[in-house]
């Protein structure tokens, strides 16, 4: 019995009058019955919109459970092509419920009438289904075929029934895929995977990951795994579905999926509808509150993730904890996600994170093709099982399962060319078959291929030529295209863009694509690189260059699939530019295989032969990959002495300088400026213009950039004469912008931020120009050092919305963020929202100089919202950090911060430990932060009883000195409620200046 409700006809009908509505519904629904009898079911009545149909009565058949669901997929398909009386698009929608059961017909008046449970309960099934949605019941899904694609299964409970149903989405387009019946081997594994489930969960969380080739069978396994499971499982077992696919646009695509999936949330729907399901989802997991429900309808409707970037994180991570928490109340979660291999750097970012967090945890299974060391880091401690080839027996059960002719020679050909592999068993089976049917004998006549490629090339052989073709070119694209795509394609290649929708139609009953919203891929790599291989070299880089134009018109294409094309077109000039002119150009660790590309294609466009090296170096650097980056510094400074040129010399130099800094070798780091500075001399203005991918465009601007990086060597080790020298010379380069972000930091080191917010707010940079980039950032930390609270938010929501690509600036945004809320109100439930957006951010840092940073302000932090022993953590991995790279700035901090954290829980010990150690660095360096000193000599004194002589009067004047450096008022106010500045203020006046402290006691409790 198939149950199909209209749900918008009240809406199509609205502004009718009844004549006219009438003759509209009556069309619409004539077009439905057709599609039920041509399925040899019959429609039994209407109620409201929704339309009854009976399959079985009055001639039953075989196979009449499979007709309904048939049906009901051909409803969903044909739903878009049915069209008001001019043409015009109706939007139809529609929910359907399929269920198999006993049916009572009885005369009523003169009608023969359907009633009983059967439809009762294929009324309650569609009522459960999402929009666009075909549902059917357990008792559907025994009789139909094994070829019928189900995804995965779910528990529903509904009215007038006592136990919860289990009900299955069948897919219109192809999805997830259950084969039921057609399963051979892997009991051992199988076995095991269900044994873990149901062992009681121990330690932190269980999981597997399943490795092996394309075709080996992952993705059945997991399938047959949960069907297994679940049919043991007294309770329902509850599952999280993604599948990861390479370079999608949306970020944290895995997660959107989880949730999307669950909810049945699929890209027809817009953002009332999807909040809509979110909110009243039939099952009884609910996520109930509104504003979270719609702000992730609104993410989800944006594919290019543009809206909400900022918050993606929190709403993901709130929603998936509550989903979590609610489905495992009473049963234990599943987290499958396929093709983990695939999955964006983001949404690893938010599982690395998100598992870090979590005590009792799902049971995990990833599939992936080859085991990689990320995914380790992700999850780590999951079970890694490799997927063995089938054994010979399991494949020949196989292929009789597939009804394969009893021809031994046959068999065993097939069987040996197979290798085990599950895919490739059917593969060919399916083309035996099909020879078979053209009546030819396939050991004999042909023989079979020899290769997998060439079988699916031998198929693709038999297809019409443009049909052919079309699959072809399509290969080119990475990973996906659209419709529009293909089109698109077609016509640039004197194609038809005609044949598009009915050939993509076509490849997916061939099983070559799938759909996924809107979204063509390939079915399986394999088919992919065969077919891309069969391609001539010539024809691939026009090709390649035609994906690149379609891309450059859009409004944000992907700029690794980018460039990708324009590598693979050999465009080497584009690519360069293009790379160049991206916004994670300094970051993005996947441009990096493209660039190693390009160099070897340098023959194209030699003069970009130093942006190319540069731009790999930068990024290996900022990425940690110090050795990487290094050598091809060395190459660098190689190609300057081989061919005396200052330029390779110089960029190559300015690259050492900067990473010296950055390691806290200072001397080093001045010694590579000043060199990079002489050779940025040497060279010629117009050389600057040849290059779109170096740091500066021209040779003032160089110098100046390097400059500013001495400066702030000298400023970060206290050399305060130098630095002016050098600030007097950066005045000459003409380089505004450097030129006040140096003194800026400069005025930083020295502790007056208040001078320093004021060349600040004095630069002609503002809003949203490149200078305001490079001096924003330093604006939050000094408010938060002079006490400027009511500017502190504001910044940060502003750095916030910005969506800083540093690691440091955006951790810095939402700690300071938190700690601008204490202030307000100590307890407010958003302090922990953010705190938990930087702790994820911090998370994601690159390279180890960010973490120790990362660390050093968190750890602050938390100590300021008094959080200790996240603060201790947080401390102490800096600390080690620190320790072994010889950051002294962040070391003596992070000494001091353990001191106190030691302090405020009175164990007097562990404080004189670390304070201590901080105080024997506190003479030797003059720019360590004051406030840290203060702090030092205070606990100094305080523990030690006075063994420090002198350290109540240099604290009473460094106490004077960041008092000046407050905003008057309210910020010595501010500084006093944090940390333990109250009771360093008040010793003071309890001992003047000069005084000794006289007891010693110990600290306050
Ligand atoms: N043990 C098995 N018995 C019978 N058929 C199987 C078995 N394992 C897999 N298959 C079939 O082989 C095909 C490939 O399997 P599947 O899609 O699970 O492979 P995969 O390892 O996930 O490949 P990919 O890496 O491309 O995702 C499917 O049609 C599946 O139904
Ligand atoms: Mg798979």
Redesign the pocket.
């Known amino acids: 019995m198939l149950f199909a409700d209209l749900e918008n006809s009240t809406e199509l009908t609205r502004d009718m009058d009844p004549e006219e509505a009438d003759e509209l519904l009556s069309a619409v629904f004539g077009r439905f019955e057709d599609i039920v009898r041509a399925h040899e079911g019959s429609v039994e009545k209407y109620i409201g919109d929704a339309m009854v149909a009976v399959f079985g009565v009055p001639t039953i058949h075989e196979d009449d459970a499979e007709r309904a669901v048939y049906c009901g997929i051909e409803l969903l398909r044909e739903l878009p092509s049915i069209s008001g009386p001019s043409g015009e698009d109706l939007g139809l929608k529609m929910r359907i419920g399929v269920h198999s059961g006993l049916i009572t017909t009885g005369t009523r008046g003169e009608f023969d009438v359907v009633t009983g449970s059967t439809m009762n309960v294929a009324s309650r099934i569609q009522e459960a289904a999402a929009s666009g949605e075909l549902l059917i019941s357990e008792d559907s899904a025994q009789l139909c075929s094994r070829d019928m694609e189900l995804g995965p299964a779910r528990r529903v409970r509904v009215k007038g029934v006592k136990e919860p149903l289990t009900l299955y989405p069948v897919s219109h387009g192809k999805q997830a ?1 259950v ?1 039921r019946e ?5 009991e051992h594994l199988l076995g095991e995977i269900q044994r873990q489930y149901f062992l009681p969960p121990a330690g932190n969380f269980q999981g597997f990951l399943l490795t ?1 080739e ?8 997991v399938h047959q795994c949960i069907k297994a499971i679940e049919e043991q499982s007294t309770s329902p077992v509850e599952l999280l579905f993604s599948r990861a696919r390479k370079f999608r646009r949306q970020p944290y695509i895995v997660i959107v999926d989880f949730i999307a999936n669950y909810f049945r949330v699929h890209p027809g729907m817009d953002e009332a509808e999807i909040t809509k399901q979110l909110c009243n989802s039939p099952d009884k997991v609910n996520i109930g509150d509104r504003p979270a429900a719609s702000r992730f309808a609104r993410f989800y409707r944006d594919r290019s993730g543009i809206t909400l970037r900022d918050q993606a994180f929190e709403i993901l991570n709130g929603l998936l904890n509550e989903l979590l928490q609610s489905m495992g109340r009473d049963s234990r979660v599943i987290m499958f996600i ?2 983990s291999d695939s999955m964006d750097r983001k949404s690893m970012d938010f599982l690395k994170f998100f598992f870090k967090q979590r005590t009792n945890s799902p049971m995990v299974i990833l ?1 992936e ?1 080859e085991p990689r060391a990320e995914t380790d880091e992700i999850i780590p401690g999951l079970q890694h099982r490799e997927i063995p080839p ?1 054994t010979q027996e399991e494949g020949a059960k ?1 292929l009789d399962i597939l009804g394969t002719p009893d021809n031994p020679q046959l068999r065993e050909l097939l069987l040996n060319q197979s290798k085990g592999n ?2 490739y068993l ?1 593969s060919y089976a399916g083309h035996v078959e099909r020879l078979g049917k053209e009546g030819r004998n396939t050991v004999t006549d042909e023989g079979i291929p020899d290769s997998i490629q060439n079988l699916f090339l031998s198929r693709i052989e038999g297809y019409n030529p443009d049909i052919r073709d079309l699959i072809i070119k399509l290969s080119v694209f990475s990973h996906f295209f659209s419709t529009i795509d293909a089109e698109t394609v077609q016509r640039l290649t004197s194609g038809d863009p005609a044949i598009v929708p009915g050939a993509l139609e076509f490849y997916i009953s061939e099983d070559l694509l799938e759909e996924d919203r809107g979204i063509y891929y390939f079915r ?2 394999l088919i992919k690189r065969a077919l891309y291989n069969s391609i001539l070299n010539y024809n691939k880089r026009i090709l390649h260059r035609i994906v690149a134009d379609i891309m450059r018109e859009q409004d944000h294409p992907h700029p690794v699939r980018l460039l990708h094309h324009l590598v693979h077109s050999r465009e080497i000039r584009m690519a360069v530019e293009h790379a160049a002119d991206s916004r994670t150009r300094a970051y993005n660790m996947e441009f990096v295989p493209y660039l190693e590309i390009m160099e070897k294609e340098i023959g194209k466009a030699p003069e970009f032969r130093l942006d190319i090296l540069f731009m790999r170096a930068r990024i290996l650097f900022n990425n940690g990959f110090v050795t990487q980056a290094d050598s091809i510094v060395k190459e660098m400074l190689g190609i300057s002495i081989d061919e005396k040129t200052w330029l390779y010399g110089a960029v190559a130099l300015h690259i050492l300088t900067a990473y010296n800094i950055r390691s806290h070798r200072f001397e080093k780091g001045i010694f590579c400026g000043s060199r990079s500075l002489q050779y940025y001399r040497r060279c010629d203005d117009r050389e600057f213009h040849l290059h779109r991918g170096l740091v500066a465009n021209s040779r003032h601007h160089a110098q100046a950039a390097v400059l500013s990086l001495m400066i702030q060597s000298e400023s970060k080790r206290g050399n305060w004469e130098n630095a002016e020298a050098l600030l007097g010379e950066l005045a000459q380069a003409e380089h505004r912008i450097y030129q006040i972000q140096s003194e800026v930091q400069l005025s930083m080191y020295r502790g007056r931020y208040l001078y320093a917010l004021e060349l600040i707010e004095a630069s002609p940079f503002h809003s949203g120009s490149v200078g305001d980039d490079m001096l924003k950032p330093t604006v939050p930390v000094l408010s938060f050092l002079s006490g400027k609270w009511d500017q502190l938010g504001a910044i940060c929501d502003e750095m916030i919305a910005s969506a800083q690509r540093d690691s440091v600036n955006r951790v810095a945004a939402y700690s300071y963020k938190a700690v601008y809320l204490w202030h307000l109100n100590p307890e407010n439930p958003e302090i922990d929202t953010v705190m938990e957006q930087s702790s994820f951010r911090s998370s994601q840092s690159p390279n180890i100089f960010d973490r120790i940073s990362n660390a050093c302000l968190r750890a602050e932090v938390l100590l300021i919202l008094g959080r200790l022993s996240e603060a201790e953590e947080e401390a102490r991995s800096g600390l080690l950090l620190a320790q072994r790279h010889s950051t002294y700035h962040e070391l003596f901090t992070l000494l001091v911060l353990l001191g106190e954290i030691h302090a405020a829980r009175d164990d007097r010990e562990g404080a004189a430990f670390f304070i201590s150690d901080a105080m024997g660095m506190c003479g030797s360096f003059p720019s360590l932060r004051r406030r840290d000193r203060i702090s030092c000599l205070y606990f100094s004194t305080l523990l030690h009883a006075g063994e420090e002589q002198g350290c109540s009067q240099d604290l009473g004047e460094l106490c004077r000195l960041e008092e000046e450096q407050l905003v008057p008022d309210s910020g010595l106010k501010n500084l006093k409620r944090t940390r333990f500045f109250q009771e360093i203020y008040e010793s003071l006046e309890e001992y003047p200046m000069g005084n000794e402290n006289p007891d010693g006691q110990g600290i306050k409790s």
Do not use: A, S
Not at 214 to 221: A, D, M, N
């Open positions: 895929i084969r057609e399963f051979v081997g892997r092996g394309p075709g080996i069978g992952k993705t059945e396994l396929d093709n599939c093709r089938l196989l599950p895919l059917r399986h790599d």
